[in-house]
């Protein structure tokens, strides 16, 4: 599985609502790629810090797709606005994992 952390810079003020509307509406896009396994918005604990995301894929190659499609440059260009600053991606290969059963 490939594993991609964005690290999103300050929103601008008063967007934080819109951010979190493009988020999802955003997944909604993206889940349809192939490869496509998740994708969440995290929150900082305690009101400090900004906003990440863990994006999952089959692969690196699945992701990449997706991320240089037309699609997800439509996608960034209703985001960039609300954003004060670019998102810093971490890119990850998962070696080992568990997931409890519920």
Do not use: C
Not at 10 to 20: A, W, Y
Not at 28 to 57: M, Q
Not at 73 to 88: C, M, S, Y
Request: aromatic fraction near 14%.
């Amino acid at each position: 599985m490939f594993v991609n952390i964005v690290e999103f810079p300050p929103i601008k003020k008063g967007k934080d609502g819109d951010f979190r509307k493009w988020f999802e509406w955003s997944n909604s896009v993206y889940e349809n790629f192939d490869g496509f396994i998740s994708r969440r918005l995290l929150k900082p604990t305690k009101g400090k810090g900004n906003y990440a995301a863990i994006v999952e894929h089959d692969t690196e190659e699945t992701f990449m797709a997706m991320h240089l499609s037309e699609v997800r440059q439509k996608a960034w260009n209703k985001v960039e606005p609300l954003l004060d600053g670019a998102p810093t991606p971490h890119f990850y290969d998962v070696i080992i994992t568990t997931e409890k059963k519920r």
